[in-house]
């Protein structure tokens, strides 16, 4: 069942399962699309601080509904935090996940694992993703793009795929439809290591291992500058073909990962640079959506999730967007791939006519990884055992009917799991020195990260001076959020027993087969 507006609901707490709805009556069911923006951080929307980019479709997004501010990714690297947003368990439960996957790579989610998409099989909805996939494909490495990708998102629940199926910045460069390559034919294969047809290997393509060549046509079909409008064309085609039935829309944007490559329309629109321009495409992508919705007599209907896969990336174009002033994730230390907040901290919107209350505000904790328990709780669903193991209903801090926080403690994980994290309360204790993230040394460099860049970024800690971690550093850090969220100041040797309690838990969670009951 689902809430109905005007109702009043009770929610029992149980040990480690959130809160579970008792809903009184079943009313209309809405449709719902997540939006997962890649790479957009803290401090890249205007609701959120920003100055130099405008973002008014997602700023309006949020004077509609709730905002979240202290919502996370519990990775801070894009497959993992995929896959916890699609199974509802921690990634390092799968072999210790922490880094992306790439075009050689086989589906890293099993098939039998319950999943977000089938949540809403289970209703009779209509389900799709549409954009960036970055799970992988198939059972073997490395990956035969020349046949069935199979399995992947339709043996997870989804009824149909299209989308970039790595990520914008490395091979293949192609659209993938279901379980097919687009515009692939055979008598121009995709080839590893070569094209097929000269012998020679586009420069574009030359990244390590990963080399990925031939289809000509197919990668014809894939132009940069054109994926943003082309993954939002395909999301509204298929919004309007399935308007007249419940559906779920996993909509995964590449906008804002690198390489920056907005519609030429955007170029030098914001005071950014490319990094800003290519935030302005995804606003108006998002406008383009809700648009849509609004004309197909949707709008009331549908309960909209806008957030992003993980915080924002110092990689090139970051650097340049940082030099003209403007900081991807706010006063948050650190970047993508980071323990440190601007890692995984993440903009959190969503908008439910007559279920939220417009231009509400949230501090209640949550995580991508508690999607799958909340999407239930719509439908009063019971999660099956062993299922979700991490995934706690945040319903009732979306819906803000109840005052007392949901969730307890949230495990989060940067590139580099010695430096995994424990959030309970105010309080986050990390397990490594440093961010666990990039760690490149100079200027300009794509891994520029870490210590390294504070001299660069104006960012300040403790443990850090002249962008190198001093000798005298405690082993682990540990800090207040709630005094300093920028977290400058590391607690370890000041709080020991704090620290040794937090890093026992720690260590208790990892071992555990989840954190749900």
Excluded at 36 to 41: I, Q, S, T
Excluded at 290 to 296: A, D, S
Excluded at 429 to 442: A, E, N
């Amino acid at each position: 069942m689902i809430l109905k507006t005007g109702f009043l609901f009770c929610f029992s707490l149980f040990a480690f399962s959130g809160f579970q709805s008792v809903l009184a009556q079943k009313s209309e069911t809405p449709n719902v699309i997540y939006i997962n923006a890649d790479d957009l951080g803290y401090g890249d929307l205007g609701v959120y601080g920003a100055i130099k980019v405008k973002t008014p479709n997602i700023d309006k997004l949020a004077s509609q509904g709730v905002r979240f501010t202290d919502a996370h990714s519990v990775s801070a690297v894009c497959t993992p935090s995929r896959y916890a947003l699609i199974t509802g368990e921690y990634p390092f439960r799968n072999n210790q996940l922490a880094h992306a996957i790439f075009s050689r790579d086989s589906l890293i989610i099993d098939t039998k694992k319950w999943t977000i998409a089938k949540v809403f099989k289970k209703e009779g909805y209509a389900t799709a993703c549409i954009g960036k996939w970055h799970l992988g494909f198939g059972t073997k490495k490395p990956v035969d793009w020349n046949n069935e990708l199979k399995p992947g998102p339709l043996e997870l629940g989804f009824d149909y795929y299209f989308g970039v199926p790595v990520v914008n910045s490395h091979p293949p460069f192609v659209y993938v439809r279901n379980h097919k390559v687009v515009g692939l034919t055979e008598d121009d294969p995709m080839v590893y290591g070569k094209d097929a047809e000269t012998g020679a290997f586009p420069e574009k393509w030359n990244r390590g291992d990963q080399k990925l060549g031939g289809a000509k046509k197919a990668h014809q079909l894939y132009k940069d500058n054109l994926v943003g409008t082309t993954l939002k064309d395909e999301a509204i085609s298929w919004i309007k073909s399935h308007r007249d039935t419940p559906f779920f829309l996993y909509f995964a944007p590449t906008n804002i990962h690198h390489p920056f490559t907005p519609a030429n329309r955007f170029l030098g629109t914001s005071d950014a640079g490319k990094y800003g321009d290519f935030i302005h495409e995804l606003d108006w992508i998002v406008g383009e959506i809700m648009r849509t919705l609004e004309l197909e007599g949707l709008d009331g209907k549908t309960l909209i999730i806008f957030t992003s896969d993980n915080g924002g990336m110092l990689n090139q174009g970051g650097q340049q967007a940082y030099a003209m002033g403007h900081h991807m994730n706010g006063n948050l230390l650190g970047f993508k791939f980071d323990a440190w907040e601007g890692g995984h901290r993440v903009p959190f919107i969503v908008k439910w006519d007559g279920h939220i209350s417009p231009g509400s505000v949230s501090g209640q904790l949550l995580s991508h990884v508690d999607m799958l328990a909340t999407f239930s709780a719509l439908f009063d669903q019971e999660l099956p055992d062993g299922q979700a193991v991490d995934s706690y209903n945040m319903l009732p801090a979306i819906l803000n009917t109840e005052n007392k926080s949901v969730r307890q403690e949230l495990v989060l994980a940067p590139d580099n799991l010695n430096n995994i994290a424990l959030r309970q309360g105010n309080w986050i204790y990390i397990s490594g020195q440093g961010g666990g993230g990039f760690t490149g040394k100079y200027e300009g460099l794509h891994h520029f990260g870490g210590p390294s860049a504070m001299p660069f970024t104006g960012q300040k800690n403790s443990d850090v001076l002249d962008g190198q971690i001093i000798v005298k550093a405690p082993p682990a850090q540990l800090y207040n959020l709630n005094e300093d969220l920028s977290e400058t100041q590391n607690l370890f040797d000041q709080y020991p027993e704090k620290a040794k309690a937090m890093k026992q838990r720690l260590k208790e969670i990892q071992a555990s087969s989840g954190t749900r009951y």
